[in-house]
Structure formats: C-alpha cells, structure tokens
DNA sequence: AGTGAACTCCATGCATGCAAGAAGCGCCAT
DNA sequence: ATGGCGCTTCTTGCATGCATGGAGTTCACT
C-alpha cells in the first residue's frame, strides 16, 4: 500500500524537521515563496503545510503578515517541561505494567548502548541515543495516542534542549537517572517508574532554567530577518511564581 | 487589538466546534465543495481548515480520498483517557499550589451550582457547568500550555462522553469526586490533588469502557466509508457562526 | 448469473491570478 | 536632525482553473 504522500505533508515534515534540528531557529520568517521555490511547487502546498504547523504549535501565522518559527520564552518552555514530565511519566507508568519482554530486551539493549555512550563523551551521539531510549518506553506504553502525544511536546522543545547535555556532567546524571527507571521499569512497579521519570524529566527543565538565568541569551542567531528571532528565543529570564 | 481572523480559521473553528458538540459525527465525510458553499467562501481556505483539523487529529485526510471526521474505536478512547487523566492530574497540582484567592472563590460558586444543578437533575445541564468546573482548574495552573493541551484532548474526547452523565448515578458521584478535589485544592495539597482528580478522570474512562462492552456500538460505523450521511447533519444552516 | 475489466465522472491536489493589507521609504514640516 | 505622513511595493489571503487518480458503473466474458 503505497500511501501516496501529498506535497503539503511533505512539506509539512520538512519543515518540522527543521525546526526540530534548530535549522529554522525560533522567530525566523517562513517565506511562503521562497519555500515554494525551494521545494519547487506553488505556494499552495507551502500554505497548507504552515497551516499545519501553526496548528500543532511549531511556527505561528499572523494574518497578513506571514509566518514565524514560534519562539518560546522561558516561562513557555518550562510550562512545556511539566507537561512533557506527566506525559513521559505516564509512559512510563504503563510501560511498567504493558512491555513485552521483546520490548523489554530493547529497552536494556539501548540503555547499554546508552552507558557505553555516555563514557564514550561525546553529547550530541549520546543525545541521539537518549532520544531512542525515551522512543523505546513511549512504544512500551501500547498506548499510540500517548506516543504521538509525547513525540509532538518532545519535538516542540526539542530547539531547546539540544544544547542541554553540554552541560558538566549532565550526561552521567541522565544516564545514571535512566538507570534508576530502567530498573523501576524491569521490576514491574509503575508508581517508581513514573515517579523517577518525572523527576528525570522535571530535572531537565531545572537545568535549563538554571542555564538560562546564567547566560542571558544563549544563541539567538536568526537567519534571514535580522532582528525577529531573539524576541522569542530565551531572553528574559522571568522566572515564574 | 482586533485581531483579524482569516476565514480558515473561522472554518476550522466552526467545524471543531460542530465534532464536539456531535453535529458532525465520526466517519462522517467532509466534503470541500459542500462546505465551500455552505460557507460562501472558495475551497481554499476550507482545505486549510481541514488541513489544521488534520494537524490535531480531529478529521483525518486520505489523499485523493477527501476528509473525513476521525472515528476513535474504544481502544483509542480509553488510550485518550489515559492521557486526559495526567494532565488534567497536572492542572490540579499546579492549581493547588498556585490558585489566586480570587480563583479559589470562584473555583468554590462554580462548585456550588455544579452540586446545585446535580441536584437538579438534568446531565445536560450538569455537562455545560462541570465543564466550566473543570476549566476553573485548567486556569488555575497558571500553565497556558497546559491549559490549551488539556482542552485540546478534551474536545477531542467530547464526542465520545456526552452521554456518559446519563448513566444512573454518574452526575451524584461526579459531584462528589468534584468535592474530593476541591477540598485538597483549597487545602493546598498538590499530591492529593492530582490523584483525586486522576481517579476523577479515570473513573469516566472505567465507566465508558463498561457502557461500551455492554452495548454493542454506540452509533456511527468508524472505518469503513459509513456513506454521506452528511447532507442530513451538516445540513442544518445554523452552522456559520 | 457472477466476476472482472474498462470507462466515465467527479473530487481532490496543485498552479495561477487577483485584490487587499502591511512593511518599508521618501518627502515634508517642525 | 527628527518626527510625522502619504506613497510604493511586496506579501498574503482567497478565488479560480486544470490535471490526476479514485470510485462507481456498465458491459463483456466465463
């Protein structure tokens, strides 16, 4: 069954691909006609792609005036980092009670090559590794709505998060962390699982909020318009509550 | 700030709106001519609209074969359930540690004529005042994401729990879990909280899922193409807004 | 009669055209 | 020089046109 991808879903993907891998940074300016060109099709397809976009949260439309890779302030990436700790808690939770020993077997697999990584050093190969270990425990919840779930908020930070594990020791901590759960998860005990997965995720949004109220502004480098990107890429750190 | 709204937005809104309220029922097809017309625009910014749709899995587009409003099986119900569960969890805990004194006052009226109306006795009534209950809280974590992630899975659900209220005793019980809630809310105990409004939550998926198995389907047929019944529903001229 | 295949028709997917609104710019006045 | 104002131009939003591919129908053949 070829399903026959049409060009707005190409598109579509192409471009959260690109945000997700920080190619499009947080407030640059999507050209309908300068995307058309570039994917060689007319900007009808383009507009629908955006559209899609704007409506999973990635870039924001404002009529008249085109649209912009949605920059997320801080406040908004930490909300987004309670969100993602539930979600990826629940993952876990269910895991706990729903993997298959095959997907269990998977799981201890990737998390070996996850400590072999982490030794290893470098951060972004570890990075990498991390993603498909946290792939492996939303597929072991049996719960595809809750994967897709997880997958989408996981993907709207991911521009901001990449950088999270160039942090000292923040490799050796994540795995350890993993290590923690992966045990909960094999044990069978959802409440641990979940608990220690929060906590492993909630982590993360700590250490960015401590990140950014360091530096002011890591790396708002926007690309075509010259100043519209650093508005939403992390700027103030006004932390809530 | 009159922010101008673009007539595909108009559309997805109108159209997200007649899925929940059960105007457009699931497998139901969305024709883009007929929709075009009954809202006196070209297909264009209708096929934006259902490409938005699409994007947060309210309708489902197969190339070349039109849109269509997504049918859930009670598998996917319950795997929404299950999501729903956490985050509303999460909007509880936030809201227990940040709720302002005047949010808690209305949190307590909103609560008074939900128990009110329970008594009074008509579910659908009921339905419209525990939804605003429910919003009450969802405002309460101060989480903006949180908040419209939580809204977004309940509409998406909508459809599928009107009828739940009219189970014998459901709307006593709902109140009385309400109750529960609101009692560690305004205690400020963000644990008890969240899993008093996570067993809230769960509860409803436990009941869909015995209604379910006890009759056989609910109504419309899912998957397969359930032919245009759609002139009938979306028929009605009271659709524009 | 049942099965299968080719044909027709039509909805969709995409390209293009056109009008309206916004951003940028230059001119004038202070 | 600076601030305000009108104009130009460009982009977006929407309408329309056209080609493709699917679904239903009809007809031939077994």
Redesign the interface.
Same mark, same amino acid.
Do not use: D, F, H, W
């Given at each position: 069954m070829a399903?026959? !991808?049409?060009r707005?879903e190409q598109l579509?993907r192409a471009l959260e691909d690109d945000i997700c891998a920080g190619r499009a940074l947080p407030g640059m300016r999507l050209d309908e006609q300068v995307l058309a060109q570039r994917f060689g099709t007319s900007r009808?397809p383009v507009? !629908?792609a955006l559209?899609? @976009?704007?409506? =999973?949260g990635f870039v924001e439309i404002r009529?008249?005036q085109g649209a912009v890779v949605v920059g997320l302030d801080v406040r =908004?990436v930490l909300? @987004?980092f !309670?969100?993602m700790a +539930?979600?990826e808690? &629940?993952c876990a939770r &269910?895991a706990a009670r729903r993997m298959t020993p095959a997907e269990r077997a998977d799981l201890l697999a990737v998390h070996a090559e996850c400590q072999r990584l982490a030794v290893a050093g470098d951060p972004d190969v570890y990075y990498a590794m991390n993603t498909r270990f946290h792939e492996v425990i939303y597929a072991g919840s049996h719960?595809? =709505? @809750?994967e897709e !779930?997880t997958r989408r +908020?996981r993907n709207r930070l991911s521009p901001y998060r990449r950088n999270q594990l160039h942090q000292l020791g923040r490799v050796a901590k994540s795995v350890q962390e993993h290590d923690d759960v992966v045990r909960a998860l094999l044990e069978g005990d959802p409440d641990r699982a979940e608990t220690l997965m929060r906590r492993h995720i909630g982590i993360q949004g700590d250490s960015l909020s401590d990140f950014v109220s360091n530096m002011s502004t890591p790396q708002a480098a926007p690309q075509t318009p010259p100043q519209a990107a650093l508005a939403g890429a992390l700027g103030r750190p006004t932390m809530?509550?």
């Open positions: 399903l026959p !991808e049409t707005s579509a009808t507009r !629908e559209k899609m @976009l704007a409506a =999973q009529p008249r =908004q909300e @987004l !309670e969100i +539930v979600l808690g &629940l &269910l719960n595809r =709505q @809750l !779930e +908020v809530a509550r």
